[in-house]
């Protein structure tokens, strides 16, 4: 009778164990705090090794103007590149510089920046992010939401809290989308500088605004847990329209563009990072 009760008692201490996050011993066993919010979607993730994505000529159907929010899941591998320009992401053809007048980089004190020009290759807005990003094994979520109205609506967030860290905003810019330049991602789109060793995941960008202060804006993007959700097939489910980026696929198609604005090639060979956000 001994051995039959301490065979169930181990039975049903392991059944328990694998369905909760915290088991406590004091005289019986105590099952504290179930699972919740399981990740319900894996998305893919990319890896660049020298590689980088190149859009020749605008997005399909962009123009000038002062709106846009942008998502994006990176990695940085490549600890050499600490303290260097690293370009991740452009979103608009050449401005100052030969860069994309809109773009996302890591600069080199390792501040993630956002960037924007105008017509006149004026900057009219830098954000910066407080931390700083290094090459290491950890994915991180940035997203930014931008009214050039306003400046009460400006935001960038990373990894669910707030980093904006403002050094420029003019109120009723105008940023210079559609100028017909070459633009890049994990690199600069006209000659490959600032090129990025790392890793990236779903990539989005719209020209409207959504305010990500709120959390449950925050939240169509990046769950409570820290992953990503699911976007839809052609990534409209944030707002209900389809974005003009979307890159989402894995790394054999990663360049094929699920928004509306326009396939990427690729210069180089993309790589599957099997370690995903």
Same mark, same amino acid.
């Given at each position: 009778?001994r051995?039959?009760?301490?065979?169930?008692?181990?039975?049903?201490?392991?059944?328990?164990?694998?369905?909760?996050? @915290?088991?406590?011993?004091? #005289?019986?066993?105590?099952v504290?705090?179930?699972?919740s919010? /399981?990740?319900?979607?894996?998305?893919?993730?990319? =890896?660049?090794? #020298?590689?980088?994505?190149?859009? &020749?000529?605008?997005?399909?159907? *962009?123009?000038?103007?002062?709106?846009?929010? +942008?998502?994006?899941?990176?990695?940085?591998?490549?600890?050499?590149?600490? %303290?260097?320009?690293?370009?991740v992401?452009?979103?608009? #053809?050449?401005?100052?510089?030969?860069?994309?007048?809109?773009? *996302?980089?890591?600069?080199?004190? $390792?501040?993630?920046?956002?960037?924007?020009?105008?017509?006149?290759l004026?900057t009219?807005?830098?954000? =910066?992010?407080?931390?700083?990003?290094? +090459?290491?094994?950890?994915?991180?979520?940035?997203?930014?939401?931008?009214?050039?109205?306003?400046?009460? =609506?400006?935001?960038?967030?990373?990894? %669910?809290?707030?980093?904006?860290?403002?050094?420029?905003? &003019?109120?009723g810019?105008?940023?210079?989308?559609?100028?017909?330049?070459?633009? #890049?991602?994990? +690199?600069?789109?006209?000659?490959?500088?600032?090129?990025?060793?790392?890793?990236?995941?779903?990539?989005?960008?719209? &020209?409207?605004?959504?305010?990500?202060?709120?959390?449950? $804006?925050?939240?169509?993007?990046?769950?409570?847990?820290?992953?990503p959700? $699911?976007l %839809?097939?052609?990534?409209?489910? /944030?707002?209900?329209?389809? /974005?003009?980026?979307?890159?989402?696929?894995?790394?054999?198609?990663? @360049?094929?563009?699920?928004?509306?604005? %326009?396939?990427?090639?690729?210069?180089?060979?993309?790589?599957?990072? /099997?370690?995903?956000p």
């Amino acid at each position: 009778m001994r051995k039959f009760f301490l065979v169930l008692f181990v039975f049903c201490f392991a059944n328990i164990n694998s369905n909760s996050q @915290q088991i406590t011993f004091g #005289g019986q066993i105590t099952v504290v705090s179930p699972n919740s919010n /399981p990740i319900t979607y894996v998305p893919t993730a990319t =890896k660049f090794s #020298g590689d980088y994505l190149v859009h &020749t000529s605008d997005f399909t159907g *962009i123009a000038d103007g002062g709106i846009f929010t +942008a998502s994006l899941w990176f990695k940085l591998s490549d600890a050499a590149q600490d %303290g260097t320009l690293r370009r991740v992401c452009q979103f608009s #053809g050449i401005g100052g510089g030969l860069a994309g007048t809109c773009r *996302i980089t890591i600069d080199t004190v $390792n501040k993630l920046t956002v960037t924007a020009e105008n017509s006149s290759l004026t900057t009219i807005l830098v954000i =910066k992010s407080t931390s700083s990003y290094t +090459a290491s094994s950890t994915w991180h979520h940035m997203i930014t939401s931008i009214d050039m109205s306003d400046s009460a =609506k400006q935001h960038l967030y990373i990894d %669910g809290g707030n980093e904006r860290n403002t050094s420029t905003f &003019t109120v009723g810019g105008i940023i210079d989308f559609a100028n017909g330049g070459n633009f #890049g991602i994990m +690199a600069r789109g006209t000659d490959g500088a600032g090129i990025v060793t790392g890793s990236l995941s779903e990539v989005w960008f719209t &020209t409207s605004y959504l305010d990500v202060s709120i959390a449950s $804006n925050l939240q169509l993007f990046r769950s409570t847990i820290g992953h990503p959700v $699911n976007l %839809g097939s052609i990534g409209d489910t /944030p707002t209900g329209s389809q /974005p003009m980026l979307y890159l989402k696929n894995s790394f054999a198609t990663f @360049q094929n563009n699920l928004g509306s604005g %326009g396939n990427f090639s690729v210069t180089g060979s993309l790589e599957d990072d /099997p370690s995903t956000p």
